[in-house]
């Protein structure tokens, strides 16, 4: 966890960095679909770590109102679980290239032994340091079976203006989740 809040601050302090600056480029997208690898390690288990794809989506409704879902689905012999989320949001512009966002989404997790629901809270930062770099960071709560600080942070490379590829790392208490995706925006 120590070392994601040393990631999260550098990354924060990275986008304010960029915030006096003239525009590089344009507002992050809001609309795309991507997926990829993941992989889940229980910090408890250095042995168990269940890896995946996943898949996920965000599309901006009107100017700030977007909506958001994303499916995991993990794996190790013969242990498998499926995450999901669906959820809503509101895009907050800070500059041409920096926007901050708040979602509140459904979260549902289905393991071998237990299939649990509940809630999380997020708020981020987007920002498009240069045409080709998406760097993003989020704090949040997620509550299925205990309430759990979250933190995330993740880059993308964008190929083409549609194109890109990323990698990102969440941690939620003992749980830290790394993906590598492709992304389209459209």
Known sequence: MRKAL?????????????????????????????????KIDFDDDESFEPDGFNVSSRYLLNSNIFLNGEYNRVEEGSFDLDLITLGAGYRMPINSTTDAYFTANFEQLDADATDENGYSINAGLRSMVTEQIELNGEIGYYDVFDGEATIKIGANYYVTPQWAFGASYKSVDDLDILQVNARYAF
């Open 6 to 38: 040393t990631l999260l601050t550098a990354l924060f302090t990275s986008v304010s960095a960029t915030l006096s600056f003239p525009a590089l480029a344009d507002t992050p997208d809001w609309r795309y679909v991507e997926g990829g690898y993941t």
